[in-house]
């Protein structure tokens, strides 16, 4: 038995409303019920009553853009022309790494595995909720925005290394610990070299703009960053006072 209950999630503000998502299911109560819980929530729903129409929606996709426009799959096992596995085994095969999502009335530990390894990412036993499929497709979506996300640089600067991603910074070939406000000052100068600061400028952008107290504050991050940077603070060779201005990295 399905449920068709849902609670609203909020799929604007993580994915987008724009994410496509293809529903391959040949019995229509099932493919109805898909379609109008994912469009609740936001998404555009494509669907295929069978896997030789599910092909023919990749391909097409693919000539018109070059790539799948689709964000996600939800795919049923037991489909005519060709079977849930056999359209998992084509788009694996052709490279593409869309999500799949399979949907099979076969609950066995055994047809689970043989769905993951011919190339699911997630597999749903018939019967099922509603708001479970949802949340399955969300996690799903989720997951490959973060994997589609373009990595941060490294940022250099003579013997001084900061890694924005795993929030290290190593100095001379030793790493430095670095609080907060100093890793975010760091990087701001490092992506900006030998541009000058003002220290409301500083603020703004390590601080916020909402920040309430003294600008010495800026001061006081600096002194403790060319303790733990320079090898003379004093005589400073990475962060630069520039007089009646700012700061300036290099």
């Given at each position: 038995?399905?449920?068709?209950?849902?609670?609203?999630?909020?799929a604007?503000?993580?994915?987008?409303?724009?994410?496509?998502?293809?529903?391959?299911?040949?019995?229509?109560?099932?493919?109805?019920?898909?379609?109008?819980?994912?469009?609740?929530?936001?998404?555009?729903?494509?669907?295929?009553?069978?896997?030789?129409?599910?092909?023919?929606?990749?391909?097409?996709?693919?000539?018109?853009?070059?790539?799948?426009?689709?964000?996600l799959?939800?795919?049923?096992?037991?489909?005519?022309?060709?079977?849930?596995?056999?359209?998992?085994?084509?788009?694996?095969?052709?490279?593409?790494?869309?999500?799949?999502?399979?949907?099979?009335?076969?609950?066995?530990?055994?047809?689970?595995?043989?769905?993951?390894?011919?190339?699911?990412?997630?597999y749903?036993?018939?019967?099922?909720?509603?708001r479970?499929?949802?949340?399955?497709?969300?996690?799903?979506?989720?997951?490959?925005?973060?994997?589609?996300?373009?990595?941060?640089?490294?940022?250099?600067?003579?013997?001084i290394?900061?890694?924005?991603?795993?929030?290290?910074?190593?100095?001379?070939?030793?790493?430095?610990?670095?609080?907060?406000?100093?890793?975010?000052?760091?990087?701001?100068?490092?992506?900006?070299?030998?541009?000058?600061?003002?220290?409301?400028q500083?603020?703004?952008?390590?601080?916020?703009?909402?920040?309430?107290?003294?600008?010495?504050?800026?001061?006081?991050?600096?002194?403790?960053?060319?303790?733990?940077l320079?090898?003379d603070?004093?005589?400073?060779?990475?962060?630069?006072?520039?007089?009646?201005?700012?700061?300036?990295?290099?």
């Amino acid at each position: 038995m399905y449920t068709t209950e849902l609670t609203k999630y909020s799929a604007k503000s993580d994915i987008g409303q724009t994410s496509r998502i293809l529903v391959v299911e040949d019995e229509e109560l099932i493919r109805e019920m898909l379609s109008v819980s994912l469009e609740e929530e936001g998404y555009e729903v494509i669907t295929a009553i069978d896997g030789r129409a599910a092909v023919d929606q990749l391909k097409n996709c693919e000539s018109n853009s070059g790539e799948s426009s689709f964000d996600l799959v939800v795919l049923d096992l037991m489909l005519p022309q060709i079977n849930g596995l056999d359209i998992c085994r084509i788009i694996r095969h052709q490279g593409n790494s869309v999500p799949i999502l399979m949907l099979s009335a076969k609950g066995s530990e055994t047809d689970r595995v043989l769905g993951l390894e011919v190339g699911a990412d997630d597999y749903l036993t018939k019967p099922f909720s509603m708001r479970e499929m949802v949340a399955r497709c969300r996690a799903l979506l989720r997951r490959q925005r973060l994997i589609n996300l373009p990595s941060v640089p490294v940022l250099k600067y003579k013997d001084i290394t900061l890694n924005p991603q795993e929030c290290r910074v190593l100095v001379r070939g030793k790493e430095v610990n670095l609080s907060p406000k100093e890793f975010r000052l760091l990087e701001l100068f490092m992506s900006y070299a030998r541009r000058v600061w003002s220290r409301e400028q500083l603020l703004d952008q390590v601080w916020g703009p909402d920040f309430v107290g003294d600008s010495k504050t800026v001061d006081v991050h600096i002194r403790w960053l060319r303790e733990k940077l320079e090898q003379d603070p004093s005589h400073p060779e990475y962060i630069v006072t520039v007089r009646g201005f700012g700061y300036r990295f290099g």
